[in-house]
T-cell receptor, first 120, second 111 residues
Framework: EVQLVQSGAEVKKPGESLRISCKGS????????ITWVRQMPGKGLEWIGR????????NYSPSFQGHVTISADESISTAYLQWSSLKASDTAMYFC?????????????WGQGTLITVSS | QSVLTQPPSVSGAPGQRVTISCTGS?????????VHWYQHLPQTAPKLLIY???VRPSGVPDRFSGSKSGTSASLAITGLQAEDEADYYC???????????FGGGTKVTVL
C-alpha cells in the first residue's frame, strides 16, 4: 500500500531555517513525482512545486520560487521542503502528495500534513 | 486570487443535488488539461474524488460526478448526505505557470 508519512509539527521563530520531510513507502520511490501543497489558516490549497525523485528535477510555482527548496534522497525514499529564513506568513499546514495513475496529473496519495507555526 | 475560480460556498438539503463550478482559462482547462476534484475535511489530508474530468477512484460513491466543457468544469453531488459536508477543490495544469493549480475551494453545507 502506498503511504506518505510526514514529519511532525514545528514551532519556529522568524528568520530560522527549517526542513520538513515526506517518506514514501509501499512503492518504488523514484517512480512518481512528489508534490508539495500549502494550506494557510482558513485558506485554500496552493501548489508549491514538485520533484522527480529519479533525477531531482524540480519545478516551482512562481509564487514560491526562491523562497522554498524541494529536494529528495532516494536512498531513504524521502522528499523534503525547506526554508532558509522563515517568515510569519509561512505559518500553514503543508502536505506532500504523489500521483501514481499513469498519465494522470491528479494526486491520489497524500501525507497527513505538517503544521508549521512561525511566531516570535 | 486563484487561477481556477470556484464559488465560496454552496448548500443543499439532504437528498438534494448540488453542483460546484470551476472556471479556468485558455492556459489551463481551456487548453485541454484535465480537471481533478478533491474533498477536504478539517484536520485530514485531501481525498481524490474525481480524476481526468469524470472518473471516480475505487470506493468513491457514484453520487459524485464530474464534467468538463470549454474553459470550465463541474462537480455534482446527488442525494446529498450529511457526511458530504466538506471543502471541495478543483485542480488542473496551467501551461503559463508550468505547474498545477487549484481552485479557491467551495464549502458544501448540508442544511
Amino acid at each position: 500500500e502506498v503511504q506518505l508519512v510526514q514529519s511532525g509539527a514545528e514551532v519556529k521563530k522568524p528568520g530560522e531555517s527549517l526542513r520538513i520531510s515526506c517518506k514514501g513507502s509501499g512503492y518504488t520511490f523514484t517512480s512518481y513525482w512528489i508534490t508539495w501543497v500549502r494550506q494557510m489558516p482558513g485558506k485554500g490549497l496552493e501548489w508549491i512545486g514538485r520533484i522527480d525523485p529519479s533525477d531531482s528535477y524540480t519545478n516551482y510555482s512562481p509564487s514560491f520560487q526562491g523562497h522554498v527548496t524541494i529536494s529528495a534522497d532516494e536512498s531513504i525514499s524521502t522528499a523534503y521542503l525547506q526554508w532558509s529564513s522563515l517568515k510569519a506568513s509561512d505559518t500553514a499546514m503543508y502536505f506532500c502528495a504523489t500521483h501514481t495513475l499513469v498519465g494522470v496529473s491528479s494526486f491520489d496519495y497524500w501525507g497527513q500534513g505538517t503544521l508549521i507555526t512561525v511566531s516570535s | 486570487q486563484s487561477v481556477l475560480t470556484q464559488p465560496p460556498s454552496v448548500s443543499g438539503a439532504p437528498g438534494q443535488r448540488v453542483t460546484i463550478s470551476c472556471t479556468g482559462s485558455s492556459s489551463n482547462i481551456g487548453a485541454g488539461y484535465d480537471v481533478h476534484w478533491y474533498q477536504h475535511l478539517p484536520q485530514t489530508a485531501p481525498k481524490l474524488l474525481i480524476y481526468t474530468n469524470n472518473v471516480r477512484p475505487s470506493g468513491v460513491p457514484d453520487r459524485f460526478s464530474g464534467s468538463k466543457s470549454g474553459t470550465s468544469a463541474s462537480l455534482a453531488i446527488t442525494g446529498l448526505q450529511a457526511e458530504d459536508e466538506a471543502d471541495y477543490y478543483c485542480q488542473s495544469y496551467d501551461s503559463s505557470l508550468s505547474g498545477s493549480v487549484f481552485g479557491g475551494g467551495t464549502k458544501v453545507t448540508v442544511l
